[in-house]
């Protein structure tokens, strides 16, 4: 079974819009982890947190005439919700450091089944620099990583990052367009996985030892 | 009162091999007028402390590109690939810091306080050469205070006593490197003649040495 790029993005980015709750402070990386804010039932309010320093992030509205002083991480003009707050990186920083980002939603190089995340620098590839993920992860109460479940048929799940870590034991959630897996104190979770793939698909793409249930859910769209 | 100077001055104060702190995200909240004044004057073998490296036609990124930044102290490069260039070349130096930990420790550099205790970087390429305390059962790295030796800030409005308001997403870094250089340079947009509302200034005026005057 072969999907394209768009239509594993928009899997993804659809069933991690089913975790949050009412009144959720949500920080979204770039890319793939922005789509989210695309697919949030329109009758759950969440609060979308930016780290250069404000919480109430709204849509981009490209027909509304552009504030340069009010921008996103990304430095795109953006605007602002009913609440909307604005503040220093000192600030941002306690908000994401100190426990009060309900869930962050990041994309991913690696991943192993001790929880531990590589998004941040290949060896001997051009490192931009880790801006404010490694706090970030550290910081928010849940980690859901949004990634395409291989790197063009390599496994990105594995037993053991081989990359330069992030953060060590901090991902909670790990959703792809095959699977969706939940790192408990036994190890990773096989929770439920796209009707579209087999359990067979899915371990032989996954370097990882993986938790089997008796009955495996059909992952939720 | 505070010193009120022209761009030109401000630009004349900065000197070579100098470290400079200078505010902004990206483009939001960027000082400018007097970066292009350091360009003008040439002055070099600066250490630039930022968020980033901004873009290679703006703001501090065109300190890079005109090859006056010997290090920089910042979170991300990825957006000015000159950096990228000289730093394979071997030209520039490069110190990549977690964004809550470089605001951290400006903080701390302007707040009179020896360091702080962070998770963050924890277990990663961030902890080399940090000591590791353990504090309540948490392992956390050391992290130290950071200062300049000068700071160029923008504001959006400041009053001739220094206090500035930042507007919207504009306050970024430079809340917390106006207390934390031996001289402080604020770049206004706007100069009011009357004091500004004591309860909407968001950087005190007595942080700041100078101010920089609006073009005529």
């Known amino acids: ?221 | 009162m505070k010193k009120l100077i022209s761009v030109s001055e401000a630009g004349k104060l900065i000197t070579p091999n100098a470290s400079v702190m200078i505010g902004g995200f990206l483009r939001c909240g960027s000082p400018y007028r007097v970066i292009e004044e350091i360009i003008k004057n040439k002055t070099g073998g600066l250490t630039l402390i930022a968020n980033d490296t901004s873009f290679e036609e703006y703001d501090r990124g065109k300190l890079i590109a005109n090859k006056l930044v010997k290090k920089a102290i910042v979170t991300h490069i990825g957006t000015n690939p000159e950096t990228g260039r000289q730093l394979n070349a071997g030209e520039i130096e490069v110190e990549l810091v977690p964004m809550g930990t470089l605001v951290e420790r400006i903080r701390c550099g302007g707040a009179g306080l020896g360091g702080f205790l962070t998770p963050t970087g924890k277990g990663t390429l961030v902890e080399e050469g940090k000591q590791v305390i353990e504090s309540n059962g948490r392992k956390y790295l050391l992290e130290k205070p950071l200062r300049a030796d000068f700071a160029i800030i923008y504001a959006t409005k400041a009053d001739k006593f220094g206090n500035a308001f930042l507007d919207g997403t504009t306050r970024n870094f430079n809340t917390v490197m106006a207390t934390a250089a031996d001289t402080v340079i604020l770049e206004p947009e706007e100069i009011s003649d009357t004091p500004l509302d004591p309860a909407q200034i968001t950087i005190p005026g007595i942080f700041v040495d100078y101010i920089v005057m609006q073009e005529k």
Request: with cysteine; glycine share 10%.
């Open chain 1, 1 to 221: 079974m072969e999907l394209s790029k768009e239509q594993c993005r928009e899997i993804i980015a659809r069933r991690i819009a089913k975790e949050f709750s009412e009144g959720d402070v949500i920080t979204l990386g770039i890319g793939l982890p922005t789509e989210v804010a695309n697919y949030i039932p329109h009758d759950i309010h969440v609060i979308f947190q930016s780290e250069n320093g404000m919480l109430g992030v709204g849509h981009r509205d490209l027909a509304a005439p552009e504030n340069p002083k009010v921008t996103n991480a990304g430095g795109l003009p953006v605007t602002t919700k009913p609440g909307a707050v604005f503040f220093d990186t000192a600030m941002s920083f306690t908000i994401i450091r100190g426990g009060h980002v309900d869930a962050t939603v990041l994309g991913a190089l690696q991943v192993d089944q001790h929880g531990n995340l590589a998004n941040w620098m290949i060896p001997g590839a051009f490192v931009p620099g880790m801006g404010g993920a490694m706090d970030l992860v550290v910081g928010a109460k849940k980690v859901i990583i949004a990634m395409e479940h291989t790197n063009k048929g390599k496994p990105r799940i594995v037993k053991n990052c081989t990359i330069p870590l992030t953060a060590e034991a901090e991902v909670d959630m790990i959703v792809t367009e095959r699977c969706v897996l939940e790192r408990t104190e036994q190890g990773l979770l096989l929770k439920e996985i796209n009707p579209m793939f087999s359990l067979d698909d899915i371990l032989r793409s996954t370097d990882a030892d993986l938790i089997i249930p008796q009955e495996l859910q059909q992952l939720a769209g």
